[in-house]
């Protein structure tokens, strides 16, 4: 077989386009693959009606290596005149209309950008950061144009800060499918509003529930919204463990300053003993931190306290879980820990939104994961310096979006 046909035959070339040249620059390190479209009269990419030629503009595809050498396709592309729709260029079958890459080596670099970042994925592909950033961002547009428009019945919102410490996004995901549905800036009502207010009220009627930290922005919007808010609002366990995994922190951190004034070292190099959730720790860590745990310190009681209130979800009736949860924080109040007592006093405020998380069966896995992978994307996307950005990657690769290049769609 003569390279041409080769060629014609591994880039998938059909008539009217026929491979002319090939064309090996070993200089550049390139194999330039020359094309040609033959066609008397090429259809209108808007109407398909065959027009007479215009003109022709040359264009460059970037296509997937072969064997370590850049290949590019090389064509004049040719430009109709329509009755209807003017002079256009005509559509090529191997790229989607305006991109510098063919089809196939831009879902290449999506599946790339599934695994890595942005800047190891320019380092692999050898293009810059900034064409793969492109080539990211119209997978996430392409994505979100193809997507179905539908409110969750179990909606997931929370806040995740950007950047700068002070800057927020506003995330809300479908619980059920573990997907980012929406990504707002900032954290205040409006974020949530705008949301809500893209669907009707009989949709956001069947929302059966929202779950979130508890939050007053939030919180009001949802009560706007969402007919029947009150006992559709959750506040899950995910959240109150955030909050309870600060006070014991703070505790901590306040005690071992003391104790190590007097030249006491215990709680040196223990924080995440404290923080780590019981279920994941090995039968050998769990061993060794009994006579932390079960000792007289303050940082002790204030574990022990939220050890119990991660106890406290498995109720399936509502005055069970109240009065469990009313006797939580009878304990909690007494304790004289202020950074407890205040996180004590916050739940006392939101219980029947606690009593909803656990009667509606809220799970918080889903949360968990997400805000998994929304801290990889901000480590690995350090590079990234604004908001947009950010915002595509968690499109990307939370959205649960279909990426592809039209034609590849798998
Ligand atoms: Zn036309």
């Known amino acids: 077989m003569r390279d041409k046909d080769l060629y014609a035959k591994i880039l998938g070339v059909e008539s009217p386009w026929h491979v002319t040249e090939v064309e090996l620059a070993l200089e550049q390190g390139e194999v330039l693959v020359h094309l040609e479209n033959g066609e008397k009269r090429p259809p209108c990419p ?16 970037r296509h997937l290596d072969t064997c370590q050498y850049r290949t590019v396709l090389v064509g004049r592309v040719p430009r109709i005149e329509c ?39 320019a380092r692999l592909v050898r293009l810059d950061w900034g064409e793969v950033d492109r080539i990211m961002a119209r997978a996430v547009d392409r994505g979100l144009a193809r997507r179905e428009r539908r409110l969750p019945q179990c909606i997931g919102v929370d806040e995740t800060s950007f950047q700068k410490r002070h800057e927020y996004v506003t995330v809300v995901c479908d619980q059920e499918a573990g997907v980012v549905v929406h990504v707002a800036d900032g954290r205040g009502r409006e974020c949530l509003d705008d949301f809500y207010k893209a669907f009707t009220k009989e949709e956001r009627q069947a929302v059966e529930s929202v779950s979130m ?14 007919p029947g808010a009150e006992t559709k609002i959750a506040f899950d366990k995910f959240h109150v463990a955030q909050h309870l995994s600060r006070a014991v922190d703070k505790i901590r951190r306040q005690e071992h300053k003391a104790l190590a004034s007097l030249g006491d070292e215990r709680l040196k190099g223990t924080k995440y003993l404290w923080l780590q959730n019981p279920n994941n720790m090995s039968d050998k860590r769990w061993t060794g931190f ?29 005055g ?4 469990a949860w009313q006797a939580w924080y009878s304990w909690a ?14 739940v006392k405020r939101h219980l029947e939104g606690i009593i909803n998380a656990i009667v509606l069966g809220v799970t918080n896995a889903r949360s968990e994961g997400i805000n998994a992978k929304i801290q990889w994307i901000k480590y690995t996307a350090r590079g990234f310096r604004n908001r947009e950005r950010f915002r595509n990657a968690i499109y990307f690769h939370l959205g649960g979006l279909d990426l592809y290049p039209a034609g590849l769609r798998r």
């Open 46 to 61: 808007e109407c398909g009606k065959p027009c007479s030629g215009y003109d022709s503009r040359p264009r460059r595809w």
């Open 290 to 318: 009994e006579s932390l745990r079960e000792g007289t310190l303050k940082t002790a009681r204030g574990w022990a306290i939220k050890d119990l209130a991660m106890r406290l979800w498995h109720y399936t009736y509502r």
């Open 83 to 121: 009755p209807d729709h003017g002079i256009r260029q005509v559509r090529v079958p191997w790229g989607e209309a305006g991109s510098r890459f063919t089809a196939l080596f831009e879902a290449l670099v999506i599946d790339w950008l599934q695994e890595a970042s942005v800047s190891a994925v």
């Open 320 to 323: 069970n879980a109240r009065k």
């Open 213 to 226: 930290d508890m939050w007053p922005a939030y919180i009001g919007s949802t009560k706007q919204y969402i």
């Open 333 to 346: 109040i007494r304790s004289q820990l202020e950074p407890i007592k205040e996180v004590a006093r916050m």
